[in-house]
């Protein structure tokens, strides 16, 4: 009998160390999912944003003094795609025409965030299918159908780049110290500047020229270091096909590193 009774009482010292130890187990892992939850950010609403501020800034400005044919539409929306898989969670894209000036604000017809997909969910403690949803919905869906919008084809008298790009650099980048999160800018255009301040029509491609001119104090932006992404829409207009040359390219190559930023690409289309 006492032989038993010790056996019962080893038995029920092991019993209550695997109970503790699975309480223990237990208050961890549920510990380190709230730690977990606590530290995942705090999304707006409308934008899908971190309120803290988005983790990356995705700028794209679209040219639509001149039609945009369905073919460069097509590889426009081939970048785009390749953008939006590559997007960093948090990370912010502002969509905007190109018709700004040296005056003012220049507002973007679409800023939204990456949520992030289904299959960067973590099962244990969020819903992957909502995840998903909402990458598709609230991101996917609004950058696509404001794109679209944006492709169809559409004239003006006037073509302001460098203003555009200026207005940008202030409206998406204006709040940012250089260098705290990534940022970058596309811009969808031919690249034929035409406003009063500067035209390629007038002949005026000499980026060295514009430079010394005081009218280029209204024209330079502060891109901080901005990638920049340049689609190059080709023209059959001879008056622009003659504008769109070597001497061309380097005009904007050095237009952009005067305002700050890296060329990353220049892609004709």
Not at 160 to 187: C, M, Q, Y
Request: hydrophobic share 40%; with cysteine.
């Amino acid at each position: 009998m006492a032989r038993k009774r010790r056996q019962r009482r080893d038995w029920d010292k092991l019993r209550g160390v695997v109970i503790g130890l699975v309480g223990l187990a237990l208050i961890a892992c549920l510990g380190g999912a709230w730690y977990w939850i606590g530290r995942q950010p705090r999304l707006d609403a409308a934008t899908g944003c971190p309120a803290a501020g988005p983790t990356a800034i995705h700028a794209i400005l679209i040219d639509r003094s001149d039609p945009i044919s369905p073919l460069q539409g097509q590889q426009v929306r081939q970048a785009m795609d390749r953008y939006v898989k590559t997007a960093a969670i948090g990370e912010r894209f502002d969509l905007y025409v190109a018709n700004g000036d040296a005056v003012n604000v220049l507002t973007a017809v679409a800023s939204v965030c990456n949520p992030g997909r289904g299959d960067q969910a973590n099962e244990l403690y969020q819903n992957p299918q909502m995840i998903q949803r909402q990458f598709e919905e609230k991101f996917v869906k609004v950058l696509g159908q404001n794109l679209d919008t944006l492709l169809q084809a559409t004239t003006s008298d006037s073509s302001p780049i460098l203003e555009s790009i200026r207005a940008v650099a202030v409206a998406s980048f204006g709040n940012v110290d250089p260098g705290k999160i990534p940022l970058e800018l596309t811009i969808v255009s031919d690249l034929v500047q035409h406003s009063a301040t500067n035209s390629h029509f007038r002949g005026e491609v000499n980026f060295a020229d514009l430079s010394r001119k005081p009218a280029w104090r209204s024209l330079q932006a502060d891109l901080k270091g901005a990638k920049v992404h340049a689609l190059y829409l080709l023209r059959s207009d001879p008056k622009v096909a003659r504008i769109q040359n070597r001497g061309h390219q380097l005009f904007w190559e050095n237009a952009i590193h005067a305002d700050g930023g890296v060329l990353e690409s220049f892609t004709p289309l």
